[in-house]
């Protein structure tokens, strides 16, 4: 009879049960590490329903409260600027040559309305379903039917391009120092938040307006989009229209090292 230690069909000899099992270490790590899981997640929740989104629905919703109370101290500053404005004008001891210089620099400055012909550019996301319209093209990704930063950005800079004396985004006036940026699918302009669809607004000619618009390459690529996956695009002629003075601050905001 052989050695029972060395028989593979032995599961009684002492020098094997007294051995060390690597498998058996690391079924009690994954134990203590599921362990440590379950208790992490615990401590996380502290009773709630993790799965859900309700910290980013609570977080959405900060977002559109401070972004409506950013668009009343627009229109306060907008009033109080209005009166200073005033007062200054009865008596400031300046010249009507000096007068006049002042105000083309407001009016170049986008700070005082503006009136003209105007016309609207409109850009919408496609419906959530869209399939390709012509062949050739592959089905749509997620981010095929969203308007994206630089559609918008194409849309004012093609506007300026064409002569544009003012330009109106959503119901905000552009300055030298507005910047059009998008999160995801929403626009944040000067401190306020948007969704599509996105309305531009242009004082100037219309004709040469819509010339730049046509001629503008990274329109042109949008307009594939348009035509093949069913992003919104549209022009409009406005008529006469007076565009709003710009109300909020002008000073540069920028990042400060920490003391």
């Known amino acids: 009879m052989s050695n029972s230690a060395d028989s593979p069909q032995s599961g009684s000899s002492p020098a094997r049960g007294r051995g060390f099992r690597p498998v058996r270490v690391l079924t009690v790590g ?33 977002i559109q409260e ?38 083309a620099l407001e009016d170049r400055a986008g700070t005082q309305r503006i009136k003209g012909k105007a016309v609207t550019v409109t850009l919408d996301d496609a419906p ?8 050739g093209y592959p089905e749509p990704q997620p981010d095929y039917l969203v308007i994206h930063q630089q559609d918008l950005q194409a849309v004012v800079n093609a506007l300026w391009k064409g002569g544009a004396k003012g330009i109106k985004v959503m119901d905000q006036r552009l300055i030298s120092t507005s910047a059009v940026r998008c999160v995801g699918n ?3 302009l000067q401190g306020r938040v948007y969704s599509p669809p996105y309305k531009i607004q242009a004082v100037g000619d219309p004709g040469k307006l819509k ?9 042109q690529n949008y307009m594939v989009y348009v035509n093949v996956y069913g992003l919104g695009w549209n022009v409009a002629d406005d008529g006469t229209v007076t565009l709003p003075g710009y109300s909020g601050t002008v000073d540069l905001q920028y990042a400060k090292p920490v003391e």
């Open 30 to 62: 994954v134990f203590a590490l599921a362990g440590l899981i379950f208790f992490t997640s615990f401590n996380t929740a502290k009773g709630t329903d993790i799965r859900t989104d309700a910290s980013l629905l609570k977080l959405s919703d900060l």
């Open 66 to 103: 401070r972004s409506h109370k950013n668009g009343q101290l627009d229109e306060a500053n907008g009033s109080l600027r209005r009166d200073v404005e005033s007062l200054a004008e009865r008596d400031d001891g300046s010249t009507k040559a000096e007068d006049d210089k002042l105000a």
């Open 128 to 135: 959530p379903n869209a399939t390709a319209k012509l062949p």
């Open 186 to 188: 929403t626009l944040i």
């Open 211 to 219: 010339q730049a618009l046509a001629d503008s390459k990274a329109i």
